[in-house]
Structure formats: C-alpha cells, structure tokens
C-alpha cells in the first residue's frame, strides 16, 4: 500500500526521511519553511553508525566525493597541549564496524541528500511553505500551512528541529532548555591557514570550563573548528545564528597552550550558536503518537559532545521507512509508527545521555580532571572506542 508521508522541515533529518520513505516506496511532500534549501557553515561528524546508513542509501561514492575520513581522533589536553589518548579511524574503523569515520561540511550532506532525491518519482519538497498545525482524523493527517494551503496524507513526520511546532502539538511539553555553554564555530580553508596548522585529522582539546574539536571537511581542504566556553547571551535563542567576535572567544581561551591559541588567532571569523537540548527521551510515546512522528532535533536534541545529532536523525528516518514500508493493510499506520518509536526511543536516550555526560567530562577542573587525564593515558582507545553506538542501532 502506498503511503502519503508529509514531512515538516527539510534540514539533513526531514532530507534523510524524503528520501529513505522514497526509497521504501512512499509518496513524499516535504514542506520547509526557508525560502530556499540551505544549511550553516559549519562541519559534522558521522560515525560509522551514519555512514553504514547512507551506504544502505547507495550514496557511498557521492559522499567519497565531498566528505575527509580521517585517519585518527586524538585527544590533547587544552593547556599543556599533550596528548592524551588516540582512537584510530580510517581503515581501523572500516575494519571494526564495517563503515569510516567521516567529516564532512554540512551544507555538502545537505546537497548530497537533494541530489539524490531530485531523480525520484513522487516527491515533492517546497521551500517556503511553514506548517503551523496539524490536525489527525481516523483515516488521514491534515497540516495547515502559512499561507493559507493544506496537506494531507497517512503519515506526518516532524522534522522541524530544536524549536519544533509538530512537537509542541503533539507533547505541549514546553520549549527546550538552555545548556550554559556556548558554540564558536569557524569553517576555512586550510591553505588560508600557515603549514602547522593544517590538520587531517580530529582533534578534541579539553580544557576546565572548555573544549575546542577541529577536523577536516570537504575532502580535507577545508578544517572545521568549534570551541565550546560556558555562557549566557541575551535575547531570543531561536534561528540563533549570530556573527561573533573573536576577541571574546579568545578571552574565553587565554589560558589555554600557545599551539592552541595560535589556531584560535588565525581564525578570523566567528559564528555563535547557543546551545540548547532536553532531557534524555523517556519512552515510545514522545517520538510518536496516532499518526504523527517525531525525528531529528525535534524528537531528542542533544548536545552536542558525542557529535551524533545528525547522525541520530538519520538513523531515524532509516527505522522509519523501513516500518513503513511494512504498511500492508494488515498493520495501520499508527502501530508501525509505534514500532518506529519502541525500536528508537532508548537509543536516543542513551545517545542524549551520553552526549550530556561528555560534556560535563570533557569540561573537567582540578583533581578529577587529572583522573580524567590519567584515565585517558591508561586506556586511550578503550575509553574512546564506542562499539555500542558505531555498531549501529
Ligand atoms: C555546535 C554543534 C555541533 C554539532 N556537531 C554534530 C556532529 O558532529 N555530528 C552530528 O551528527 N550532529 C552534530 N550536531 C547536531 C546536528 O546539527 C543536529 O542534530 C541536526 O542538524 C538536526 O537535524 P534536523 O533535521 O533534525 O533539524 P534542523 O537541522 O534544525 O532542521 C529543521 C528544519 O526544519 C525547518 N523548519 C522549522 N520549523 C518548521 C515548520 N514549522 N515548518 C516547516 N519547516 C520548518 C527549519 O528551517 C530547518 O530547515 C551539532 C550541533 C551543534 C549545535
């Protein structure tokens, strides 16, 4: 039986579901309220948890194409600089988990998830077009939109992100909290940047109150740097994306190594995010209820620490398709989107859980940030190895 699936927001979790619901035979309408398709300047990490997925999607050569993959993630102190653990990737990762690590500029996965939704029947995305309510009947899902249309069909994902409408409908579990920390990201080329300071691999610089990562994008021509300070900013925190300033963030890092520092001061531009997210998912009944389900950053966001948002979101829209694509008359919708949530919810969870634990670890002081170090040392790759989550789901 062919599904009509609506989906809300066209960002790398409403792309991913487009096309994993096409491939798995449904009708896709996808509506996303920017004007036109775009994503920010800033990189992602997928583990091979998310590259596996996209492999599944035939994209592998189309990602070799734009994405690094490198070799190593090392972890340095942030103000001595030393090295304090290393967990091989590249061909290491290929071997363990059947799939690489990779990096890659956001707006290049974006594109590359566009790309292979345009040759497909029976989807159609417009851009512009806002979903600001939805509304469910036995047989169908109905969403009303800005400027006055209406939609329908079997299925309605919310993948409208952080702020999500769907999800305030659906669980009125009011907006997201706001983490204290801050996000400087900066993206450059790396001829831009002097010989020393070119890098193809990731680096995480952990520090007290702090953290920075870099790590190459768009095949390694480009290096991807965000550092991550304890703050507040003032104002409306939703479609935050403000220009920076550079002095500020090098305050922020003052204390930390010269190697460090000297990265940061070459950089000249700066973009701010705050960063927000909720509690750990509690159970199936928040990523779907009747015929509406939620992914991405509107089901479980996350802070960002064991960088698997996106990678999430796509993992998702993977289960997602792949109950519908059971929908025989037999199951209804509203079960196979429960089965969607039984399988994802503790995932997530954990993944939530995780990210909020490394943040509070990597941002350590004094005597337990010198058990940290010392941990690191002693067990480098085994503490940094993640089997449970590049496994896949
Ligand atoms: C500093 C930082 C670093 C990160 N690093 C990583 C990383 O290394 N790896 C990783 O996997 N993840 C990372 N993430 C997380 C990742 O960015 C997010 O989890 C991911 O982008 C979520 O995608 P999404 O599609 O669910 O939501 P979004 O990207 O927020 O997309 C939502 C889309 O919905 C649209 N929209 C919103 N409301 C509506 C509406 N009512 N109607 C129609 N359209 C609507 C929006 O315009 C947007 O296009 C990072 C995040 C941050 C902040």
């Known amino acids: 039986m062919t599904q009509q699936v609506l989906i809300a927001g066209g960002g790398i979790g409403g792309l991913a579901a487009a096309l994993a619901c096409s491939r798995a035979g449904c009708q896709v309408r996808l509506y996303e309220r920017a004007p036109a398709f775009s994503e920010v300047g800033a990189g992602i990490q997928m583990g091979p948890n998310v590259v596996r997925v996209l492999q599944g999607w035939d994209l592998e050569t189309a990602l070799r194409e734009v994405a690094a993959f490198p070799d190593r993630l090392q972890v340095r102190h942030a103000l001595s600089g030393a090295e304090l653990g290393v967990l091989r990737l590249g061909r290491t990762a290929e071997q363990r988990y059947g799939a690489p690590y990779a990096t890659i500029h956001r707006a290049d996965l974006h594109q590359l998830l566009r790309a292979a939704l345009q040759p497909r029947d029976a989807v159609w995305l417009h851009t512009g077009r806002t979903v600001t309510r939805y509304a469910e009947a036995p047989e169908a899902v109905g969403v009303q939109l800005d400027d006055g249309r ?141 015929r509406v389900a939620l992914l991405g950053d509107a089901a479980h966001p996350m802070r960002p620490y064991l960088a698997q948002g996106a990678g999430m979101a796509i993992e998702d829209a993977a289960e997602l398709a792949r109950q519908l694509a059971q929908a025989d008359g037999v199951l209804d919708v509203p079960t196979l989107l429960q089965r969607y949530a039984l399988n994802r919810w503790q995932r997530c969870a954990r993944v939530q859980a995780r990210s909020i634990r490394n943040g509070e670890i990597f941002h350590l002081e004094g005597p337990m940030a010198w058990a940290r170090d010392a941990s690191l040392r002693l067990l480098g790759e085994r503490l940094l190895d993640l089997p449970w989550l590049y496994r896949g789901a």
Do not use: F
């Open 150 to 290: 209406e939609g329908e069909g079997d299925v309605l994902i919310g993948a409208d992100g952080l702020w999500s409408r769907v999800r305030s409908q659906l669980l009125d579990d009011g907006p997201p909290r706001v983490a204290g920390h801050l996000a400087y990201r900066a993206m450059l080329p790396q001829v831009s940047l002097p010989a020393a300071l070119r890098s193809q691999q990731v680096t995480a610089w952990l520090g007290p109150r702090l953290h920075v990562v870099q790590y190459p994008v768009r095949g390694g021509e480009w290096l991807n740097v965000v550092a991550i300070v304890h703050g507040h900013v003032h104002g409306g925190l939703e479609d935050w994306d403000h220009s920076a300033n550079a002095a500020d963030l090098q305050a922020h890092l003052a204390s930390t190594c010269a190697g460090l520092r000297t990265l940061i001061e070459a950089i000249p531009d700066w973009r701010l995010w705050v960063l927000c997210d909720r509690p750990p998912v509690s159970g199936a009944q928040q990523l779907a209820r009747g």
